[in-house]
């Protein structure tokens, strides 16, 4: 299944985010020959850009989708250790 939602908005690129259902539970998004990110159905969806960071947790995948179509709002805040990517081989001593 492929889903082709609304281009992004001005100066966050103009390529349509195409959705394609690459399994069970996983979705992946691309921006023309870029990947834009993916969505895994985790008990909630989880999105994460093309870097792999989460953007965040949802409860319908429209809403998780959405979060890679509208920039993201800076809240003025910076970000809380919960929401950084740990690569596997890292600890927390």
Known sequence: ????????????GTSPVTWHETGPGMWTSRTGKDIAGAVQLVGTFITTNARGDVV??????????????????????????????????SRRW
């Open 1 to 12: 299944m492929t889903t082709t939602l609304p281009p992004r908005a001005a100066g966050t």
């Open 56 to 89: 965040g947790t949802f409860d319908t995948l429209p809403q998780a989708q959405a979060a890679l179509v509208a920039p993201p709002t800076p809240s003025g805040r910076p970000r809380p250790l919960g929401r950084h990517r740990l690569l596997p081989w």
